[in-house]
């Protein structure tokens, strides 16, 4: 995914707080009332004991009439993805037009019993978006990080990492892969107060209330799990601060972000095999982007986004299919482009447009058979070569297909 600059993201963390009057980034089908007033039906309705829901209403009444909880520009976009799409789409399927995909209804199969309002007053709240949030700001890289509910992709991700580095031209040893979990991500109520504050830019007072208040509304739905539903790490992300003025940086380091939930999709839908490294080489082709400038170019608004997109995809499936990368076989290849099929989208006014499931798959194929024609199959292309070579295809993987 393309983040913002990290000039943009300093500027929003010390920016005044935003209006409690602010249109909110939850899904629109689920913000047709105030706040406090659908917290309060919420409660009327659920299993909380009555000094659970006598806590919970105390709670709410300090959150400011009219509150609607948005995340500043910067905050939003760098964790803005498309499995982050896909997230709020198996919330609100009326955002998107696209056609059922196995990933879509893997995220239908794991809502179906839990308590729809008690998470759309979750979502409201900003739950979903706290371990992405909170990994971005406070998160630190360590020897005991692991991959997936159970660290069974620990390995794997610290493998293909290496690999990465040593594969592409860059500079890359300053590049950290941090994990998101969920539970864990809302154990600490100081830092997710914090992590509100920043992120939202609400009053100390209004975090502490709405980080007091998740423990309770987890409670009324064990098939949360606390935060362990993969819909609250349901994502993968890059960020980069490099090009902010000095007085701007907020010393967060360069960074890939796997969240739990992408594993456990993948594996459910019969990727787990390739994808999860698919998905870490898509997120590194970001930072090569970023190392060569590539998010500069004549386009702008959804066509900018998709190519850089659609570039990652084409540096995964690159690195993927390569001797010297991970040397799969075209087969697997476009297995593991399947993972980004499986995420397309078809939001062709928005700026967060990552390209229709077809044009994902087209540029992974194309990268996949440049690696195959690669001689000596042990030369990689300099990454800016790839670059130049991809943007003359450009045209022909987002020419019109319907039909």
């Known amino acids: 995914m393309s983040v913002a600059t990290a000039a943009a993201f300093a500027i929003g963390l010390a920016a005044p707080a935003v209006s409690a009057e602010a249109a909110t980034s939850a899904p629109s089908s689920v913000r047709t009332t105030d706040l406090r007033s659908a917290i309060e039906a919420h409660l009327a309705a659920s299993s909380l004991s009555p000094a659970q829901k006598t806590q919970a209403r105390a709670l709410a009444a300090k959150l400011p009439a009219g509150l609607t909880l948005t995340p500043r520009g910067a905050a939003a976009a760098a964790t803005d993805s498309e499995w982050n799409n896909a997230r709020n789409g198996a919330i609100d399927p009326s955002q998107y037009e696209c056609a059922d995909t196995p990933v879509s209804g893997w995220l239908d199969g794991q809502l179906a019993n839990v308590n729809m309002p008690n998470l759309i007053a979750l979502n409201r709240l900003g739950a979903l978006d706290i371990p992405a949030y909170r990994t971005l700001i406070f998160g630190q890289?360590?020897?005991?990080?692991?991959?997936?509910?159970?660290?069974?992709?620990?390995?794997?991700?610290?493998?293909?990492?290496?690999?990465?580095?040593?594969?592409?031209?860059?500079?890359?040893?300053?590049?950290?892969?941090?994990?998101?979990?969920?539970?864990?991500?809302?154990?600490?109520?100081?830092?997710?107060?914090?992590?509100?504050?920043?992120?939202?830019?609400?009053?100390?007072?209004?975090?502490?209330?709405?980080?007091?208040?998740?423990?309770?509304?987890?409670?009324?739905?064990?098939?949360?799990?606390?935060?362990?539903?993969?819909?609250?790490?349901?994502?993968?992300?890059?960020?980069?601060?490099?090009?902010?003025?000095?007085?701007?940086?907020?010393?967060?380091?360069?960074?890939?972000?796997?969240?739990?939930?992408?594993?456990?999709?993948?594996?459910?839908?019969?990727?787990?095999?390739?994808?999860?490294?698919?998905?870490?080489?898509?997120?590194?082709?970001?930072?090569?982007?970023?190392?060569?400038?590539?998010?500069?170019?004549?386009?702008?608004?959804?066509?900018a986004t998709r190519r850089t997109e659609l570039m990652a995809d084409g540096y995964g499936s690159y690195f993927m299919t390569h001797k010297k990368g991970q040397a799969l076989n075209k087969h697997l290849v476009v297995q593991d482009a399947m993972a980004f099929y499986n995420v397309g989208d078809c939001q062709f006014t928005s700026d967060g447009h990552h390209g229709t499931p077809n044009q994902r798959l087209r540029a992974a194929n194309w990268a996949s058979d440049l690696a195959l024609a690669t001689k000596p199959r042990s030369n990689v292309m300099?990454?800016?070569?790839?670059?130049?070579a991809f943007d003359a295809k450009l045209p022909q993987f987002v020419a019109p297909d319907a039909g």
Do not use: C
């Open 141 to 303: 890289a360590s020897k005991g990080d692991r991959f997936g509910y159970s660290g069974e992709y620990t390995n794997e991700m610290n493998r293909t990492m290496r690999d990465l580095r040593s594969f592409w031209d860059i500079k890359s040893d300053d590049i950290s892969l941090m994990p998101m979990h969920g539970a864990a991500s809302f154990t600490d109520q100081k830092q997710v107060s914090l992590t509100l504050q920043l992120a939202f830019g609400i009053s100390p007072a209004t975090g502490d209330a709405i980080a007091a208040l998740y423990p309770i509304l987890f409670a009324a739905d064990p098939a949360l799990k606390g935060g362990d539903h993969p819909i609250f790490t349901f994502n993968a992300f890059a960020y980069t601060e490099d090009g902010a003025p000095a007085n701007e940086q907020l010393g967060i380091s360069d960074r890939i972000v796997m969240g739990d939930g992408v594993f456990a999709g993948m594996a459910a839908i019969g990727l787990g095999r390739t994808a999860p490294r698919s998905i870490l080489a898509h997120e590194f082709g970001h930072h090569v982007q970023y190392e060569n400038n590539l998010f500069d170019s004549p386009l702008t608004g959804p066509e």
């Open 382 to 388: 300099p990454s800016m070569d790839f670059a130049r």
